[in-house]
């Protein structure tokens, strides 16, 4: 299994990135997806995830309203559209796939089954 995020850069406030996180070696469709972030010398943290028929998807408060979590599971990918970006944003972001119907909160890391390598997001301002 292997999840290739893409689509980190630099920007700054008030600018916004797409990113995008291709999956291969699993069935896309029979996996809920999440992103989080980690920012240096703190926990990884939640951000987003959508269900496997994208019928729900779920935020963390500190981005809700800014980010947008969509996926297409014709091209096993799933993405983060994220607007308005704060300094405090700054992290490397991690897409995850979490087996569907597995139970546990959409918000921990111990809910899923693969991760990503990270791609850095850096706003400036």
């Not at 935020?59 to 091209?75: E, H, L, P, Q």
């Not at 890391?109 to 997001?121: A, F, I, M, P």
């Amino acid at each position: 299994v292997q999840l290739q995020a893409s689509g980190g850069g630099l920007v700054q406030a008030g600018g916004s990135l797409r990113l995008s996180c291709a999956a291969s070696g699993l069935t896309f469709s029979r996996y809920d997806m999440g992103w989080f972030r980690q920012a240096p010398g703190k926990e990884r943290q939640f951000v987003s995830a959508v269900t496997w028929n994208s019928r729900n998807t779920y935020y963390a408060d500190s981005v809700k309203g800014r980010f947008t979590i969509s996926r297409d599971n014709g091209k096993n990918t799933v993405y983060l559209q994220m607007n308005s970006l704060k300094t405090e944003d700054t992290a490397i972001y991690y897409c995850a796939a979490s087996t569907r119907y597995s139970g546990g909160n959409y918000d921990t890391t111990g809910k899923y089954d693969y991760w990503g390598q990270g791609t850095q997001v850096t706003v400036s301002s």
